[in-house]
């Protein structure tokens, strides 16, 4: 059994453990970060895809968490152009609803809260006239028109867990920790391979429970501790149908239960529609959308579009678990998102560091007050240390944050034998980054066997090689949506590459650094 010793060690893979494995690694500290399948594997890649204020937590007088995440979205551009970019939201007026002059006090209030720099101010929309209502049912003629961004979720995880690697944390993929106790003076931890089962042990000073739906599984099983857990399961599903309307944006309903519902256009073909509420008591790693929740959505849309959306339009399904502080709220939907940070350090016991809720957007800042929360805790030199994340990019973010079109354009001039299509969707996952995947691969003509759509052996490595991508599921659902386009042969000809070369590079290194 290898052994290891560490400052830090972070349970989970999702973008909490991610986000504060990179804060803490760009801090000076020693850290290692288990997670038991895929980075991104269960709540993390399964969110409505933005990053946003959060238009109606103003109606339950959430006006910190709004602040920071409003101001969260222009940091959070900046720092990774190629997967956040901005989007426009149409709010339909529904008379019978919430009234016109509350949405208007509602957005005046969304728009200035945040410090708005970048992003388009709200506007009021004449749906009658304008392209935005064309989709829509005659009857809705009034709507307003703000901004938020859009997210893939995924790759922003992962992408914070390639700097946190690059800064020197332990990443570990398919670890799944065992046990984690106290011993003279620090945390023993005991993880298992996914794969061979073969254990590993480290000992870490701090132990950070960000395990998501399994926090509480975390606190009583691998942690043995007799600390209330404190969550609350609540999930939220989506379905994706085929193109519902023309362009880039998103519609935002209002439903007659007072929840909201997004429609987006999603993967240039299609609409994502989403999502739920609904508290949820089984195991995470089960969790779907059910029919009756499909067929709500599916509902919800055809309210307002001028062509009904059923069950039957429905292409591909997801759900995920919310791991939702238990604030004792009479309902899913008005339990809290914002985040909560539980602190157990006894007395001359190593600390453990429990994180309930938090919101994509606000990763970054809930992991700047996880580390602030346990400075005390931290050597006099990493203590002081002020957070830094604000301040730098992601992996492949290095450009300016309107500087999409012109990075794909330099892409094509240096890569001529790149098709347009592919070096738009391959900038748009790795931005600068780009230039490590097709190193050595002619004018981009060379980029190997395809699978399908237009993912080629040459991303594959790449993913295999830079971002801990093990399987098929990896690569076409996380790190990517091309899950959407390839057929059965392809993932099974994807899968069966990737075995072989694992299998072909079984001693090499689990994540090679960029430098």
Request: proline share 5%.
């Amino acid at each position: 059994m290898t052994r290891a010793q560490f400052d830090i060690a972070v349970i989970g893979g999702g973008v909490n453990g991610c986000g504060i494995a990179r804060d803490a690694a760009g801090r000076g500290q020693s850290v290692v970060l288990f997670e038991k399948g895929d980075l991104a594997g269960a709540t993390s890649s399964a969110s409505t895809k933005l990053i946003h204020g959060g238009l109606r937590y103003l109606e339950h007088y959430k006006f910190r968490l709004v602040r920071e995440s409003l101001v969260e979205r222009e940091v959070l551009l900046q720092a990774a152009p190629h997967i956040i970019w901005p989007l426009r939201f149409v709010l339909p007026h529904h008379k019978g609803l919430r009234p016109a002059w509350l949405l208007r006090l509602g957005l005046f209030l969304y728009d200035h809260l945040g410090g708005r720099r970048i992003l388009p101010a709200t506007r009021r929309v004449d749906l009658t006239r304008e392209p935005a209502g064309k989709p829509l049912k005659p009857t809705f003629r009034l709507g307003f028109e703000y901004s938020d961004c859009w997210v893939e979720d995924s790759r922003l995880v992962v992408l914070s867990a390639v700097d946190a690697a690059e800064r020197g944390a332990d990443i570990r993929v398919g670890a799944r920790v065992v046990s984690a106790r106290r011993e003279e003076g620090c945390w023993r931890i005991v993880a298992e391979d996914a794969e061979t089962g073969a254990r590993s042990e480290a000992t870490a000073r701090i132990l950070v429970n960000a395990a998501g739906p399994w926090v509480g599984e975390v606190i009583s099983g691998v942690v043995g501790a007799n600390l209330p857990a404190g969550v609350r399961l609540v999930k939220g599903s989506h379905v994706v149908v085929s193109k519902l309307f023309e362009g880039g944006g998103c519609y935002i309903f209002q439903n007659a239960d007072n929840r909201i519902v997004f429609a987006i256009s999603y993967e240039r073909d299609f609409t994502l529609i989403g999502t739920t509420d609904v508290d949820y008591r089984d195991d995470p790693a089960k969790v779907a959308a059910t029919p009756e929740e499909a067929a709500y959505l599916c509902k919800a849309a055809s309210e307002y579009f001028a062509t009904p959306v059923s069950p039957a339009d429905v292409v591909w399904s997801y759900a995920g678990v919310r791991p939702l502080y238990d604030d004792g709220a009479s309902s899913a939907q008005e339990a809290t998102r914002d985040y909560v940070l539980a602190l157990d350090d006894p007395p001359g016991a190593p600390p453990l560091l429990s994180v309930f809720g938090g919101k994509i957007t606000t990763f970054r800042r809930l992991a700047e007050a996880a580390l602030d929360r346990l400075a005390p805790h931290l050597p006099p030199s990493a203590a002081r240390r002020k957070g830094w994340t604000g301040r730098s990019v992601l992996p492949g973010g290095d450009f300016a944050w309107d500087g999409y079109d012109d990075l794909v354009a330099s892409v094509l001039a240096r890569w001529p034998g790149l098709r347009p299509g592919l070096a738009a969707r391959l900038v748009r996952a790795y931005g600068t980054r780009v230039a490590v995947l097709l190193e050595g691969r002619g004018d981009g003509d060379d980029l190997g066997r395809v699978f399908g759509a237009d993912l080629t052996e040459a991303e594959v490595d790449y993913l295999m090689d830079h971002e801990w991508a093990r399987t098929a599921a990896d690569v076409l659902w996380r790190r990517s949506k091309l899950g959407l386009r390839v057929d059965a042969d392809g993932v099974a000809a994807l899968e069966a590459y990737m075995r072989q070369r694992r299998a072909g590079r079984a001693d090499a290194p689990v994540h090679a650094a960029v430098t």
